[in-house]
């Protein structure tokens, strides 16, 4: 089914359009949460509540690449899911499993201030990024985005490990004088 | 929140397209995307791939139809005996060598005869020259003297003749006795040279010195620098203790090399002293190291800093050591070492 069927079928509130965006999308979802979780039964609760996630923002929310706007809402509930898991391993961290499992009860943790600032350096990021060759800038997102092993990365571009771990390093110092220049502070 | 999660959840809030354009980019975006691409364009990319593999051997079979081709022709011109047999050819060789040798055993046993003739004649003559001046009977003796030098001459004469005979260089008599003391002093030269080339590599290493290394390596707390082969070189990176508390250890790295870059990845384990040896300290929890490589330009330091405790916990009072790799120069010529920081924890 084409992505502008499924979106209609999310603003038609029709059940299906869970099972169809499954069907369509859930082997490319569970591929990003298993890189970050590496456990099946929490990247499959994690793909869950993509679903979830997609089902109480559409609508509003039309997106124009559907494929990218599910990825993101699963790599970014599968960061979270790994700190708190993270967390919880680490056994003295009680209180911040605390404050991470209060955190989910406020409505916005943070401030005004720290989303303006968070939204400048995504901006500033996206400009980063559109600056810089197309090989390089898909290096950056399979790694920081999608969170790709280097050796992945290496197979999918059909160069040297050594080659990705150098080119990551260039763009690390890159973005590092990008975010400097533009004056955000992390 | 640490200012790298603030990063990666940046990195999460970028442009849907920068996500899409990664999504597809590379080779095998088809397999990554499974649920974005229908089955059958990946039935077919899997079926072109299996294709493939039948030709994988393609070039292999090119080398061995060449080789075969080589090996017919050269079959094909030596049975027409437009190629010497290296068999024959090694034939010929062993009979020039062996009558070179038979020439030289030859030569060798007429200088010897030679040498032992004039020898005796010479001290023949001391004798008699010796009776002359002790009992004044000159004349008589000094005949018997002159007989036994043409006697002596005669003898010599023969050997020549026989040499000549023997072989077709011609052994002279004066020459001989020469070419045995320059051979004598030859090899006692050689012996003198092989004496000084055996102080050479002591005489050498004095005026070297002592290899280049920042402080002492084995006492000294801050830093060490060995090759994996086990022998010490003059590597010019130097590892600075910088400090260590509340289990986190810093250090400097710093690359002196004028052309070659340093790096290193993130692993590290440790060793704790116990009585004059190092044993390895085993990790307290799982980890997993991240792999990311760092790169140290010529003439240029980093500082490192390493969260000890997460890996290992608390550590016992004693002497430690972070044991790390690095490799410097290019991919195809890098040479690996292993860095050492020595600490102790209180």
Request: proline share 3%.
């Amino acid at each position: 089914m084409e992505d502008e069927k499924i979106i209609d079928l999310y603003w038609a509130r029709q059940e299906n359009a869970i099972m169809e965006t499954d069907k369509k999308y859930g082997n490319y979802c569970r591929s990003i949460s298993l890189h970050i979780l590496k456990n099946q039964e929490d990247t499959e609760e994690c793909v869950n509540d993509t679903w979830l996630r997609a089902w109480d923002t559409m609508p509003p929310k039309r997106p124009d690449f559907l494929a990218a706007f599910l990825g993101k809402i699963t790599r970014n509930l599968s960061i979270s899911r790994y700190r708190m898991t993270h967390a919880q391993k680490r056994g003295s961290g009680e209180v911040d499993l605390l404050l991470m499992e209060l955190e989910e009860c406020l409505p916005s943790a943070k401030s005004v201030e720290e989303e303006i600032e968070g939204k400048e350096t995504v901006a500033a990021i996206n400009r980063f990024l559109y600056q810089i060759d197309e090989e390089s800038r898909n290096i950056f997102v399979r790694r920081y985005f999608y969170v790709d092993s280097i050796k992945e990365i290496a197979n999918r571009f059909d160069v040297s490990e050594s080659k990705v771990k150098s080119q990551l390093f260039r763009i690390r110092n890159r973005l590092k004088d990008h975010l400097e220049k533009e004056g955000v502070v992390l | 929140m640490k200012k790298s999660e603030k990063l990666l959840d940046a990195i999460g809030q970028i442009d849907d397209s920068l996500v899409e354009e990664a999504a597809l980019a590379g080779k095998k975006e088809a397999a990554v995307l499974k649920g974005m691409k229908s089955a059958p364009v990946e039935h077919k990319k899997k079926r072109k791939k299996k294709s493939a593999a039948i030709y994988r051997w393609q070039g292999a079979l090119a080398a061995c139809a060449v080789l075969a081709v080589c090996v017919g022709i050269f079959g094909l011109l030596n049975s027409q005996g437009l190629i010497l047999s290296p068999f024959d050819r090694n034939e010929a060789a062993d009979t020039a060598e062996e009558a070179a040798f038979e020439e030289e055993a030859a030569k060798q046993e007429i200088s010897a005869e030679v040498t032992g003739d004039v020898a005796m004649g010479e001290n023949q003559e001391k004798t008699s020259v010796t009776n002359f001046s002790d009992k004044g009977m000159g004349s008589a003796e000094q005949v018997t003297a002159g007989e036994k030098d043409s006697a002596s001459e005669e003898i010599k004469s023969q050997a020549e003749q026989e040499a000549d005979a023997k072989a077709s260089t011609k052994p002279e008599d004066e020459t001989l006795p020469q070419q045995i003391q320059t051979t004598e002093m030859q090899q006692s030269e050689s012996g003198e040279t092989e004496v000084q080339a055996g102080q050479l590599p002591m005489i050498a290493s004095e005026l070297e010195g002592e290899p280049v290394f920042e402080g002492e390596p084995a006492e000294s707390t801050e830093e060490s620098t060995e090759s994996e082969q086990g022998t010490e070189e003059a590597v010019n990176v130097k590892v600075t203790l910088t400090g260590f508390s509340s289990g986190i250890l810093t250090f400097e790295i710093s690359n002196r090399e004028t052309s070659k870059t340093l790096y290193y990845d993130s692993d590290y384990y440790l060793e704790q002293k116990s009585g004059d040896e190092w044993t390895k300290v085993v990790p307290v929890g799982d980890g997993a190291w991240e792999d990311v490589r760092t790169f140290v330009d010529p003439q240029m330091s980093r500082e490192e800093e390493v969260d000890i405790s997460a890996l290992y916990g608390d550590l016992q009072p004693g002497k430690y050591r972070l044991v790390k790799s690095c490799q410097i120069g290019q991919e195809n010529q890098k040479e690996a070492y292993t860095l050492y920081v020595e600490f102790e924890a209180e």
